[in-house]
């Protein structure tokens, strides 16, 4: 089985659009506070104000019907091909007509400062050549698809509801039209004509009506500032193209008031088509913690490396010193699950906002946030007095409490159980924690503790949770089933790649969870009806295990393969379908991005050796 690119310049048909487009066809365009999605037909299919995990304004990629969206298309049939402009989060739509061909720039407007309060979609509308006519439809569902009240302030159409108000500035884009439900125009461009439409947003403050001067100055700053912020990244090796779109795609998910980084952009797209695996992942998940802080002082971005750690700290604090599974991205704890009155991506119900799994016992955080602090602690050459302490608590809690049945890193809706890559996990907290203290970096005085009881969390691992039979670590104590988390034994630092146990685990995952590019987290039972995709940061992580086992031109060839299965503008959903290639699951999904930063570095380093 090999890549499905995806298809360009397919012929599209205005006003025919099918209620739902594929995962594939979206773009994701950013300002630090939050993320929108544009589809390859020039629909804003997603978008939560004021930030990344408030209620949406439009979501049609939930509910075609009823979730809202902003629709932008010639009146007659084109062709649609799109990038992004180089080194930018900003999107390029070139659209091909039997009468013209058109420019559609879309971008979120970086703010001045990560404070101000200015949230901005723009999209610019050139004309290269010919007449092309055009209409462009909004449609504003605040509170995920309640509704608005849709009128005029001082001749501007304006759509507001309780706290939040929309103004649609457009510029050379025809005269806007009101109705209860929706505000729209039409226009027709010629070469060298430059419209602009911008939706000014406002969330208990003030609704500014922007000049067209101000929104143009903004939008090619926004240009500039990314084009900055990428030229200070150490993208290297034969995927630097891929590692650098990985990297935009992660700083896009950057919370920048805090400094959290969201798992995905967007809320329930379906890990099974029709299936009941809808999850919101705008949330900050401690599993990804590590993996986190170490790509960003990997690629040098020493200023989120610090915010992201910092926002850790105080955001654990919290809840010391339990971790939850995931915390908001202002650092609250609650986030509690409920349903959303919309249909869910093509009938995928039910969607959801708020995630249960964030009261699960998940054990493995622990090893992934000492982990981090390692890293963290490593590079910076020293820690904060009391995050110091509390990181030593940690370890002592690790000691009390590894012996608990756990939810597991897949966050398995089935009873708890003793899982391998917990235990494993585990073992590294308290590791991390004895390295810390050997350097005098958090107090000592637990830490032949700490050694005796890591020593016993191994002696677990080896006796309960290995297969003579299938001469491999498994997914449970016990078992006999393999799972692709074990590879994070490897990738962080519980058995050395030489060990004949490990290299044993590769290969059973190989043979029983990898399909070509695709890797499965597991093939057990989970307490969820149906199956899913194959999940990316699995396969991303099978590539890094190879090279880290010396399987060079194996893990070169896999990430030759998974590069290719991006979409068109290099993104990645949380998994994929092998059978049709089509992306499931969130996006664009933090972990894929950051496992293929990781395979990527760890494969050049290996090759540099």
Known sequence: MGAFPPQRGTIRRPGRREDYVPLRDYAAIGDGRTVALVAADGSVDWLATPDLDSPTVFAAVLDGR??????LEPTTAYRAERRYLPDTNVVETTLTTDRGVVRVTDAMALPDTTLSPVRELQRRIEGLSGSVPMRWCLSPRFGYG????????????VASSGADALAVCAWEAGEPSCTE???????????GSRALITLSFAHQDPLVFPARAECEARLERTCAEWRRWLAGRACRGPWREAVARSALALKLLVFAPSGAVAAAATSSLPERIGGERNWDYR????????FTLDVFLGLGC???????????????QLTHPLLRVLYRLDGGARVPERTLPLEGYRGSAPPRAGNAAAGQLQLDTYGE??????LYATAAGRLDTDVARRLAEMADLVCRTWRSPDAGIWEVRSPPRHFTQSKMMCWVALDRAVRLADEGLIPDGAAAHWRRQRQAIRNFVEDHCYSDRQRSYVRSAGGE???????????????DPSRARMLGTIEAIGRELVHGPYVHRYGGEDGLAGTEGAFLACSFWYAEALARCGRLDQAAEMMDRLVALANDVGLYSEEIDPVTGAFLGNMPQALSHLALISAACAIDEQAQR
């Not at 309640?146 to 159409?157: D, K, L, M, Q």
């Not at 439900?181 to 070469?191: A, H, K, L, N, Q």
């Not at 089933?481 to 058995?495: E, I």
């Open 66 to 71: 009823r979730g809202g969206r902003f629709a």
């Open 146 to 157: 309640a509704g608005a009240r849709i009128g005029t302030r001082s001749g501007v159409p």
């Open 181 to 191: 439900e929706t505000i729209s125009g039409g226009f027709e461009t010629r070469p």
């Open 283 to 290: 949330f900050s998940w401690i599993r990804d913690s590590a």
């Open 302 to 316: 020493p200023r989120e490396a610090r915010a992201y750690f910092w926002w850790l700290m105080h955001t654990t």
């Open 369 to 374: 946030l000492l982990q981090t602090a390692w």
């Open 481 to 495: 089933d393999v799972d692709a988390s074990l590879l994070l034994g490897l990738l962080h630092g519980y058995a």
